[in-house]
């Protein structure tokens, strides 16, 4: 955990940016598997372990928005617990290393609750997204768990999110960590992308890396041949020459700072024509949105630059047509790239997703467009020192996809549909770095991954 007085400065901050009341932040449970004591691996919510670092469960915070008190509830450990776990330090003890003096049993945290109510003191809490988590809120508040969200903090949100956007150099260092577990995963991946080898054994590998680096995966590998489908768990199949592997994977540091990187590989090792011509495509959008982005600048800006070069790239291989300006601007690109050109990355791999994607990633500025493709992205406001987020653009052959937008006779200005047949054993290419915003422009969190088709090569047959 940090030193006890960023998180003192973190619930300050906090204070002074909301209005008065209770802040309640519930921490996790844990979560069985198939039986009450054989638990899925613990992970704590993350804006719980923003403002009170404690990395463990069955515990729950609130800080008085008017006095700026705050209050851990918790049980020590009994002797059976002592028998199974090991010896463990007190509540007392843990709540003194984040700043924390008040700490109470945790049935005491009904009570608070109630006087609170009771005395008309509004209670602030986050989104919930967890079954358990709602139906303590429920019982805490007296409403149905299904009704819970209903009563979220829009205040509260808002107040989170300007804080948590802006990393300080403690969470970059943590986010550097990650990155340098994450690089260790994506070059064992390249180099077992080769024919014959099960794509589930490489998965293994790489989630085995993450684990050995300290922390656990940030989300369920996406590694797949098949990588025109974007959130492939399926690791089932053999790899197969001709194709290319997709691997979309990050690891959190030991204190749950993600990484996130995509990296497509051709299996065996050689890049063909094809594969190169679409690649570099893909890899000219990555580098041109990194060079558009500073502070000031809208994403969704970079995002329209990174359709833009891809809607280029493809008219080059006459694939599409038209002025690839406007083909990024209509949402024509997107059926080569339906999502987004990336998300901000934190504590969360789709930082504060469970605070609602429009609170963090847009503004009264900055609305999100609904045109399909760019009604994708997650981000879209003016970047500002101290974001981090990824740039992940991508090429993808979806067959169902083409076939559809064809007899909807979709944007056929900018479609060369029969082209496009033509590479419907293609796949999908995504390159994804993690960027920091500096002062003046922007870095990629550690270093890069190996990337340009030379680069990508030559490690794989190292
Ligand atoms: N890396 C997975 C995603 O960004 O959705
Ligand atoms: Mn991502």
């Known amino acids: 955990m940090f030193?006890?007085?960023?998180?003192?400065?973190?619930?300050?901050?906090?204070?002074?940016?909301?209005?008065?009341?209770?802040?309640?932040?519930?921490?996790?449970?844990?979560?069985?598997?198939?039986?009450?004591?054989?638990?899925f691996h613990f992970r704590q919510n993350s804006s719980f372990l923003y403002y009170f670092g404690l990395d463990f469960p069955d515990i729950a915070a609130a800080i008085d928005l008017d006095s700026g008190e705050s209050i851990v509830f918790g049980n020590d450990v009994t002797m059976d617990d002592?028998?199974?776990?090991?010896?463990?330090?007190?509540?007392?003890?843990?709540?003194?290393?984040?700043?924390?003096?008040?700490?109470?049993?945790?049935?005491?945290?009904?009570?608070?609750?109630?006087?609170?109510?009771?005395?008309?003191?509004?209670?602030?809490?986050?989104?919930?997204?967890?079954?358990?988590?709602?139906?303590?809120?429920?019982?805490?508040?007296?409403?149905?768990?299904?009704?819970?969200?209903?009563?979220?903090?829009?205040?509260?949100?808002?107040?989170?999110?300007?804080?948590?956007?802006?990393?300080?150099?403690?969470?970059?260092?943590?986010?550097?960590?990650?990155?340098?577990?994450?690089?260790?995963?994506?070059?064992?991946?390249?180099?077992?992308?080769?024919?014959?080898?099960?794509?589930?054994?490489?998965?293994?590998?790489?989630?085995?890396?993450?684990?050995?680096?300290g922390g656990m995966l940030s989300f369920p590998i996406i590694l797949s041949q098949d990588g025109q489908t974007l959130h492939n768990h399926d690791h089932s199949q053999t790899l197969k020459e001709g194709r290319m592997m997709l691997t979309d994977t990050?690891?959190?540091s030991s204190m749950h700072y993600a990484s996130d990187n995509t990296r497509t590989v051709p299996v065996g090792g050689k890049f063909n024509q094809r594969?190169?011509?679409i690649y570099n495509i893909v890899l000219a959008a990555n580098n041109n949105a990194t060079a558009m982005a500073k502070p000031g600048i809208p994403y969704f800006d970079c995002h329209i630059e990174a359709a833009r070069t891809l809607a280029a790239g493809l008219k080059d291989l006459g694939i599409m047509k038209g002025d690839p300006e406007e083909a990024a601007r209509i949402g024509a690109y997107a059926l080569?790239?339906?999502?987004?050109?990336?998300?901000?990355?934190?504590?969360?791999?789709?930082?504060?997703?469970?605070?609602?994607?429009?609170?963090?990633?847009?503004?009264?500025?900055?609305?999100?467009?609904?045109?399909?493709?760019?009604?994708?992205?997650?981000?879209?406001r003016k970047l500002e020192p101290g974001f981090v987020f990824t740039n992940e653009p991508g090429c993808y052959f979806i067959p169902e996809l083409i076939d559809k937008w064809e007899s909807e006779k979709k944007f056929p200005d900018f479609i060369n549909y029969d082209k496009a047949r033509e590479y419907l054993d293609f796949g999908g290419i995504r390159l994804e770095d993690d960027l920091l915003v500096t002062d003046k422009g922007v870095e990629i969190i550690g270093e890069r991954i190996p990337i340009t088709v030379e680069e990508v090569e030559e490690t794989m047959n190292s």
């Open 3 to 39: 030193k006890k007085d960023v998180y003192i400065d973190r619930r300050k901050r906090l204070v002074s940016k909301m209005s008065g009341g209770i802040a309640l932040f519930p921490g996790h449970t844990d979560s069985p598997m198939n039986y009450i004591s054989n638990i």
């Open 82 to 213: 002592i028998i199974w776990m090991g010896p463990q330090p007190s509540m007392r003890e843990r709540c003194a290393e984040v700043g924390v003096t008040d700490s109470r049993p945790y049935n005491d945290l009904f009570d608070y609750v109630k006087k609170a109510q009771d005395s008309g003191r509004k209670i602030h809490f986050l989104p919930q997204y967890r079954g358990e988590t709602k139906i303590l809120m429920s019982s805490l508040l007296g409403m149905k768990a299904i009704d819970v969200n209903e009563h979220q903090s829009v205040e509260l949100i808002k107040a989170v999110v300007a804080m948590r956007n802006i990393k300080d150099e403690y969470e970059v260092e943590e986010l550097i960590k990650a990155a340098a577990t994450g690089y260790e995963m994506h070059v064992a991946a390249m180099k077992m992308a080769m024919p014959g080898v099960w794509e589930q054994k490489i998965a293994g590998t790489v989630e085995g890396i993450a684990l050995a680096g």
């Open 250 to 252: 990050g690891c959190e």
């Open 275 to 277: 594969q190169r011509d």
């Open 336 to 380: 080569f790239q339906p999502h987004g050109l990336g998300h901000m990355m934190g504590l969360d791999v789709h930082d504060m997703e469970d605070l609602g994607e429009n609170y963090v990633g847009y503004d009264e500025e900055t609305k999100r467009s609904e045109i399909f493709g760019l009604s994708g992205l997650r981000l879209g």
